[in-house]
């Protein structure tokens, strides 16, 4: 049978440990894909934010891959300046 990415994401997130862990790593993938959407956005290539930023190129994809940790507020802002954007940091209460 042939499923659809969202309907194997909706399978999957039937399990409670996979649901939980998805909702754990989603901040990081939310913040990777707004940070992609802007560059795409202002049509601009990771070269030339990593060169507007002071960045190694590989630092950008690192962020943009989430495969280099969650990177400091200062690098964040460094990429919003870089990319004509405010950087918006806050705490919101869990769904019941």
Do not use: C, F
Not at 29 to 52: D, F, G, H, N, P
């Amino acid at each position: 049978m042939t499923y659809t990415y969202k309907e194997h994401r909706k399978k999957l997130l039937e399990d409670k440990a996979v649901r939980e862990e998805y909702e754990k790593l989603l901040p990081e993938y939310e913040l990777a894909k707004s940070i992609i959407e802007q560059r795409l956005k202002k049509k601009m290539t990771q070269e030339e934010v990593a060169r507007k930023t002071g960045m190694p190129q590989s630092t950008i994809a690192r962020i943009e891959g989430l495969t280099h940790g969650l990177p400091k507020l200062s690098t964040l802002k460094k990429i919003a300046d870089a990319l004509d954007a405010r950087l918006v940091v806050k705490l919101q209460p869990k769904r019941s």
